[in-house]
């Protein structure tokens, strides 16, 4: 797929509030639920109840654009649009038959983009993030398990013969030895379904011609310019470049 990047003032210009399924497919949901139990399990309840709320419904929110472009008709979806009539703007789109299917559009005068749903992270900064994400998870898991396993298991050396100090340290570090790999082993499961929207991702930013587009991460570049100046819904919705 090769993107064009159009440019003009738009005009016949309507926006849509709706729902679709954007990322996840019956087997992902299958996986989001073991998250969940494993989460119940080492006593995060809030983290499981969320898991198991994301996995139940999948459907978000966006806002499906329809405008004209001097005069050749765009259509399609981005988290939400800051636009307006009569604004100029360049849009990467693809052809689709009787019109142009919309995946990025930027506003240069101050440098405002909204991009395709799950679009905002390359290759490389993408998986920097599942990673992060990974250790500090599965970290804070780990912890409180392991911190519950040695607070119980003490209440067991008082009466136990066969409990004592070093089976509590093997159990815990077995406790380590097995989450660590079986929610590294999701982490990856689960950053590669959003593989598409990376690859999109990285489509969007060639076209516009940025450089080094597999490091582009504009989260992470929305956040440090919304430190810098004002409250604007950076990072969310629509991003600045």
């Not at 998986?127 to 607070?151: D, F, H, Y």
């Not at 582009?216 to 409250?231: F, T």
């Amino acid at each position: 797929m090769a993107l064009q990047i159009l440019k003009g003032r738009i005009a016949r210009y309507t926006k849509k509030r709706d729902v679709a399924n954007f990322v996840f497919t019956d087997d992902d949901r299958a996986t989001m639920g073991v998250v969940a139990i494993a989460a119940s399990l080492a006593g995060l309840s809030g983290q499981a109840i969320s898991t198991a709320t994301v996995a139940a419904s999948t459907e978000e929110e966006a806002d499906y654009l329809e405008f004209e472009l001097e005069g050749m008709p765009v259509k399609g979806w981005v988290w939400r649009s800051p636009f307006k009539e009569g604004d100029e703007v360049e849009v990467a789109a693809e052809w689709q038959e009787e019109h142009y299917e919309l995946y990025a559009a930027a506003r240069p005068i101050d440098r405002t983009l909204a991009l395709y749903p799950h679009c905002s992270r390359a290759s490389k900064s993408h998986w920097r993030n599942i990673q992060k994400w990974w250790l500090q998870g599965t970290s804070a898991i780990l912890l409180l398990g392991g911190g519950m396993m040695e607070v119980y298991g003490r209440s067991f050396y008082s009466w136990s013969p066969f409990f004592n100090e070093k089976m509590g340290a093997v159990m815990v570090l077995s406790f380590v030895a097995f989450f660590y790999p079986m929610f590294a082993l999701m982490a990856w499961s689960l950053g590669r379904k959003w593989m598409p929207f990376v690859r999109l991702s990285e489509k969007i930013f060639s076209a516009f011609g940025w450089k080094n587009s597999a490091s582009i991460d504009l989260v992470k570049r929305s956040k440090e310019l919304r430190r810098k100046s004002d409250p604007a819904d950076y990072g969310v919705f629509y991003f600045r470049y």
